[in-house]
């Protein structure tokens, strides 16, 4: 009879324990050298090598590794042209990362350190973008949807409006101008709506001086806004409510002539009272 041996019971001979945990330590030291030897190479990279890995990670929306990175140049190299670069795109890498606080700081400190660098034009751009998506809601950016805009708080739009019209004040013919232009007439309207929002509030409420205010905000500061017609139409219905008739008649001409198609000039109720539920929710738009 044949006997079979199982070799996994077979007595290990000390040397050849010895031998594998030589082995064993050797590889666990190799690979500490090798990680930080990594991490020293990062530490010491040229700072061509340190830009390029940074601005690679951006470009692959790796917005952590990037913001890292160049942070890390700008402590190594706190001048020269990479260091300016890296001031500005580390801004845009905290804004795509929703960072919209130490984006701004970034930006701001850029603009005031490097007021002459070639892409000061991008740096107020960015303010204005950064500014622009802070009271915007990630579904009213996919529907650009104004109305849930003009509910919201509007001081960021108002930042914005001012940042995108320093831009075109500043730089006219910049890329970033027409652009620029687009969204300070979106903001325009936006802010326009939000005062209309609030003088129908107090016309509903019958805070009729609080509504004239309002309506007559408009009427002088967003005077191309399309909400100009809404403005005349609320202030000439608080006019009536005040017994001021010559006023009210005066902005209802000036409202017949310019927006000669305005429900209200056919409908002396418009706007109309708002629902009592929705009574209950100021500001909100419901005509």
């Known amino acids: 009879m044949r006997l ?29 050298c090798s990680w930080f030897h990594k991490r020293d190479n990062v530490d010491t990279m040229p700072l061509p090598q340190l830009y390029a890995k940074a601005h690679t990670s951006l470009e692959h929306a790796d917005y952590t590794a990037a913001i890292k990175d160049y942070q890390r140049l700008i402590a190594r190299f ?16 905290q804004y795509k990362d929703n960072k919209p606080d130490d984006a701004l700081s970034t930006v701001n400190r850029f603009i005031k350190t ?11 751009y960015l303010r204005g ?39 075109s004040r500043r730089f006219p013919n910049s890329a970033y101008a027409a652009d620029a ?12 709506q939000y005062e209309i929002n609030v003088a129908e509030f107090y016309l509903h409420n019958r805070v009729y001086i609080g509504a004239a205010d309002r309506a007559q905000y408009v009427i002088e500061h967003y005077q191309q806004a399309p ?15 005040l017994g001021q008739k010559d006023q009210a008649e005066q902005a209802r001409k000036v409202l017949a002539l310019n927006y000669p198609n305005h429900p209200y000039l056919t409908d002396p109720k418009w706007p109309h009272e708002m629902a009592m539920w929705r009574r209950m929710v100021p500001f909100v738009r419901h005509h």
């Open 4 to 32: 079979s041996i199982d070799s996994s019971k077979l007595p290990v001979p000390a040397g050849t324990c010895l031998k594998a945990f030589v082995v064993l330590v050797l590889a666990l030291a190799m690979s500490g």
């Open 78 to 93: 706190p001048s020269g042209e990479y260091n300016e670069q890296a001031q500005l795109e580390l801004a845009y890498a």
């Open 114 to 124: 490097f007021p002459a660098n070639k892409h000061a034009d991008y740096a107020y």
């Open 129 to 167: 973008l950064i500014n622009f998506d802070r009271t915007t809601g990630f579904m009213d950016r996919l529907s650009h949807n104004e109305e849930a805009q003009s509910r919201r708080d509007q001081a960021f739009n108002l930042q914005s409006f001012d940042d995108f019209a320093e831009l």
């Open 181 to 192: 232009r687009q969204r300070m007439i979106y903001l325009r309207n936006v802010l326009a």
């Open 227 to 241: 909400q100009t017609g809404d403005a005349l139409a609320i202030l000439t219905r608080s006019y009536l409510a």
